[in-house]
């Protein structure tokens, strides 16, 4: 069956680096993009980034342009979120998603259980 | 940026009852329009996607319309399972875009 599982979350100071990784399995992962979805405590969804599913197209939230790199490992079906230069701003729950694809749609059909990021000092 | 105007933000209903959600873009999105729900503590769940199909495994008493910019999810009998907090998704145009969530709580 599809999984996605996040690890990589944790407590970091403010301005500092962390760097999530997101673990496919059940599926063709080299065939899929992949969705970063944030979603600080007591909020809505946020998206954050797309990767494509070669890597060669990435697409960000204006929030972490600049600051958050997405890559991906198609040999080991990972995906990755690179985040710099962290603040309060960033503390969520961040999940991975697959992108499907049907005729006039793109949805999220399969998340992680998510790993939180907590930005304090 | 295309925002996604949802409401209500909270709903209270009994079970057995027909409730409605709504989503307008603020542009177009043609069909790439999808619905999520969300338990406490869980990742979301794709219900909708394409505006008016139901993802494999969804109960059919959940569905969804479009009438231009304006997108709805109808849920007919609630059920007790489907007290949870609902949102629509824009996927047709980078940035990707959230409504703002519902809240649907037992009356």
């Known amino acids: 069956q599809v999984q996605l599982m996040e690890s990589g979350g944790g407590v970091v100071q403010p301005g500092t680096s962390l760097t999530l990784s997101c673990a496919a399995s059940?599926?063709?992962?080299?065939?899929?993009?992949i969705h970063w979805v944030r979603q600080a405590p007591g909020k809505g969804l946020e998206w954050v980034a797309t990767?494509?599913?070669?890597?060669?197209?990435?697409y960000f939230a204006d929030s972490v342009k600049g600051r958050f790199s997405a890559s991906r490992d198609n040999s080991n079906d990972k995906v990755f979120l690179q985040m710099n230069t962290l603040g309060a701003e960033d503390t969520a729950v961040y999940y991975c998603?697959?992108?499907?694809?049907?005729?006039?749609?793109?949805?999220?059909?399969?998340w992680g259980q998510g790993t939180l990021v907590t930005v304090s000092s | 940026d295309i925002q996604m105007a949802q409401s209500p933000s909270s709903l209270s209903a009994s079970v057995g009852e027909r409730v409605t959600i709504t989503c307008r873009a603020s542009?177009?999105?043609?069909?790439?329009l999808n619905w999520y729900q969300q338990k406490p503590g869980k990742a979301p769940k794709l219900l909708i996607y394409?505006?008016?199909f139901l993802q494999s495994g969804v109960p059919s008493r959940f569905s969804g319309s479009r009438a231009g910019t304006d997108f709805s999810l109808t849920i007919t009998s609630l059920q007790p399972e489907d007290f949870a907090t609902y949102y629509c998704?824009?996927?047709?145009?980078?940035?990707?875009?959230f409504g703002q969530g519902t809240r649907l709580d037992i009356k």
């Open positions: 998603a697959r992108e499907g694809r049907a005729s006039a749609a793109d949805y999220l059909d399969y």
């Open positions: 059940g599926f063709t992962f080299s065939r899929f993009a």
């Open positions: 990767i494509s599913y070669d890597g060669t197209n990435k």
């Open positions: 542009e177009s999105v043609s069909s790439y």
């Open positions: 394409g505006a008016t």
């Open positions: 998704q824009q996927t047709y145009s980078k940035p990707i875009s």
